[in-house]
């Protein structure tokens, strides 16, 4: 069974950049189609962007010109490069393949935007 374990969180100033990695472990990585998901507090989990096993992407449109999703199969990781963070990024923010699916969630990466 794939699990992922998502880091690059932290704490950062409006406007600044924070870069998301998962690692998958599995040899089947390259199959899945990934998505970065976020959950802000007393918010629904709400998905931002995601990745087809062939690079398309696709984005949500709070975030749309400011996040880049990407992979590398080769090392089995999935990236969100965040740009122009806002304070409504903040938010514990998941990997999981798109769909979710119901296998369980992982613990996350804390991004708060605050100055």
């Known amino acids: 069974q794939v699990q992922f374990v998502e880091s690059g969180g932290g704490l950062v100033q409006p406007g600044g950049s924070l870069r998301l990695s998962c690692a998958a472990s599995?040899?089947?990585?390259?199959?899945?189609?990934m998505g970065w998901y976020r959950q802000a507090p007393g918010k629904q989990r709400e998905l931002v962007a995601r990745?087809?096993?062939?690079?398309?992407?696709n984005y949500a449109d709070s975030v749309k010109g400011r996040f880049t999703i990407s992979r590398d199969n080769a090392k089995n990781t999935v990236y969100l490069q965040m740009n122009t963070l806002k304070p409504e990024d903040t938010a514990v923010y998941y990997c999981?393949?798109?769909?979710?699916?119901?296998?369980?969630w992982g613990q996350g990466t804390q991004v708060t935007v605050s100055s």
């Open positions: 599995g040899s089947i990585f390259s199959i899945y189609a």
């Open positions: 990745i087809s096993s062939g690079g398309s992407t």
């Open positions: 999981k393949p798109y769909p979710p699916g119901s296998r369980p």
